[in-house]
């Protein structure tokens, strides 16, 4: 049977961002991927429902260009996840975990500066306590670009390297799909910033392109 992934993510785009050059590699190889978004993604901005709906559209093309089976949305509020009982979050994730069964789970890192990052990931780990009969084995946390790198100290550390080589233009194609999200360079949550960090990942471990993680668990 199929090794089954779940991205658990904040915001629409935090997927792209964090982690689909190694989704879109391993749904090559064969695993099965869905995705949880959890927030909406846009009232922290001032912007209405024409723009969420918008998003909406957005989120079901990038996903869909890698394969990812399903997404499922949640309307958390956008950058204020801290005023919102931590269970409540809890219980989302943990419904859409028993209806996939992931083997895998992709989330946030804690230290990001976002707090609905830190929050999710936070959640997540709530949700899968290593109880005798979960079904989660490992559990990875991605770098988002204009939050991670933009608190200090800085923290993340990787100890997980993907080979994206091959999938580095899936990314880049599926990130083009949230035409709303997209900035201009320098800001690094652009075509050339994402690009650029995948390269500066790859020089650290000689390869062209890398997707770079942290390990919170691993069972083997």
Not at 15 to 36: D, M, Q, S
Not at 114 to 128: G, R
Request: aromatic letters at 10%.
């Amino acid at each position: 049977m199929n090794k089954k992934i779940l991205i658990v993510a904040a915001h629409p785009d935090d997927e792209v961002l964090g982690c689909f050059g190694t989704v879109a590699r391993l749904i090559k190889e064969g695993y099965e991927a869905y995705t949880l978004i959890l927030g909406e993604g846009k009232t922290s901005r001032g912007e209405g429902e024409k723009e969420i709906a918008l998003l909406q559209k957005e989120i079901k093309k990038a996903n869909e260009y890698i394969g990812i089976k399903k997404v499922f949305t949640e309307k958390f509020p956008d950058n204020s996840f801290d005023s919102i009982p931590l269970l409540d979050i809890v219980k989302k994730i943990v419904q859409t975990k028993e209806k996939i069964k992931p083997d895998i789970i992709f989330t946030h890192y804690k230290n990001d500066l976002n707090i609905d990052h830190q929050i999710t990931y936070k959640a997540v780990i709530t949700a899968t306590r290593p109880m005798k009969d979960e079904c989660v084995k490992e559990i990875y946390s991605f770098e988002i670009l204009s939050s991670t790198e933009w608190n200090y100290p800085l923290s993340f550390s990787p100890d997980v390297f993907f080979d994206i080589t091959d999938t580095i233009d899936l990314k880049i194609a599926a990130i083009k799909k949230y035409k709303s999200e997209l900035c201009k360079y320098p800001h690094p949550r652009s075509l050339k910033g994402i690009r650029l960090n995948a390269q500066y990942h790859g020089i650290r471990v000689g390869k062209k392109y890398i997707e770079a993680f942290k390990s919170v668990r691993i069972i083997k």
